[in-house]
């Protein structure tokens, strides 16, 4: 009986000091940070040519609006070949593919 006691003690010690070695020397990891670039422009009406305030501009997990003179910017924007999707009520919704470059800002109108 007290050798089987033992043996759950120690390898519940062994599990303890495992984890509590992984928490300590694997806190310190961060991930590896993703190359950005960002994407700016003015929204504008096709026909009119008049700038439309509060558009969504997207870019996967990013977005933004546009203020009240049509302009935009995305930040952050993932390296590579990105869709970018532009949404407002009372018009119909338009897409474009762009490569965004690191640490360079594309302009899309």
Known sequence: MKGK???????LSVVVVGISFLLFFGG?????????????G????NQSDEPLAGVLISAGSVSTTSDSLGNYILNKVPVGNREITVVLDGYSSQTETVEI????????N
């Open 28 to 40: 310190g990891c961060s991930p590896t940070p993703v190359s950005t670039g960002s994407i700016q």
């Open 42 to 45: 003015v929204v504008t009406d």
């Open 101 to 108: 470059i690191e640490n360079e800002i594309i302009e899309l």
């Open 5 to 11: 006691l033992f043996r759950i003690v120690f390898r």
